[in-house]
């Protein structure tokens, strides 16, 4: 995905729909995006339910708001979340918004925010509904961001012994299966971006990729990098192209 990573962001935290276990390993992802400018957090804080949260705002630098339940059964913090995220953007302070939920009310303000030229970055659990999903440039499924922790421990961990256990450490586990949809999903798009030889170069069908589908990421199969996952298909070659003095490659793919 083409994003520059000065990219001015509004995090914004719905405490209720949430873990709290991976908050620095998600701050850490969105600085892969840009720079978080606003880091607010909603909830009913004097629930016992989101007092997990406490321990880490104050390490994270996030700010909490209150936002009382006034009625059973309602998600109160929605609207206060909203209501935030359209004070920022006519504040004109920011370039994109990280709205952090796996709730589907919030699909109609991702819309809103992407029609207002924002970048919308989304993080949420494998049980986010798609529409949320689809409002989003971007989703990131918050599973695999506690998967990659767990391997950077192991990876210490065995630090000091055999090779062959440190290169098991590195692989991810799959969250979302390999199937005859994922290929086809990679051939149709190489097929539709390709030159006229047939090849495609790898950040265009990055990019393309995402377009098609926000939450596509090599890590929910298991890949740190979309080569890998391609190489693994069988069915796509692989094409290094050495540019310029420096050995800079760039990669390129095309269907068998």
């Keep these: 995905m083409d994003i520059k990573n000065d990219l001015r962001l509004a995090v914004l935290i719905d405490a209720d729909n949430v873990p709290y276990a991976n908050v620095k390993e998600m701050l850490e992802e969105i600085a892969k995006y840009g720079v978080p400018t606003f880091k607010r957090i909603y909830a009913d804080w004097t629930k016992p339910t ?25 998600n109160s913090t929605d609207s206060a979340l909203i209501i935030d995220a359209m004070d920022i953007l006519y ?13 589907s009310d919030f699909t109609k303000l991702a819309t809103r925010l992407r029609e207002a030229g924002m970048k919308v ?22 599973e695999i961001l506690s998967k990659e922790v767990e391997d950077k421990n192991l990876i210490q961990e065995v630090d000091e012994k055999p090779v062959k256990r440190r ?4 692989s991810l586990k799959p969250m979302l299966k390999k199937d005859e949809e994922l290929v086809d999903l990679i051939a149709d ?3 539709d ?27 929910n199969y298991g890949y740190n990098k ?7 298909f069988g069915r796509f070659e692989i094409d290094e192209r050495e540019i310029g003095k420096g050995k800079i490659k760039h990669v390129y793919v095309r269907t068998k």
């Design 193 to 219: 971006i390709a030159d006229e030889n047939g090849w495609a170069f790898l950040g265009d069908l990055g990019n393309f990729l995402l377009k098609k589908q926000p939450n596509f990421d090599p890590r």
């Design 226 to 232: 979309l080569v890998p996952l391609i190489k693994s």
């Design 189 to 191: 798009s190489i097929d």
């Design 121 to 142: 970055f989304g993080f949420g659990e494998k049980k986010t509904p798609k529409p949320f999903i689809s409002s989003c440039d971007k989703f990131i499924y918050l």
């Design 167 to 170: 290169k098991k450490a590195k």
């Design 91 to 103: 504040s004109g302070k920011v370039d994109g918004f990280c709205i952090v939920s796996s709730d």
């Design 50 to 74: 989101v007092s997990g949260w406490k321990s880490v705002l104050l390490e994270n630098a996030i700010t909490p708001v209150q936002q009382y339940s006034y009625t059973t059964g309602k």
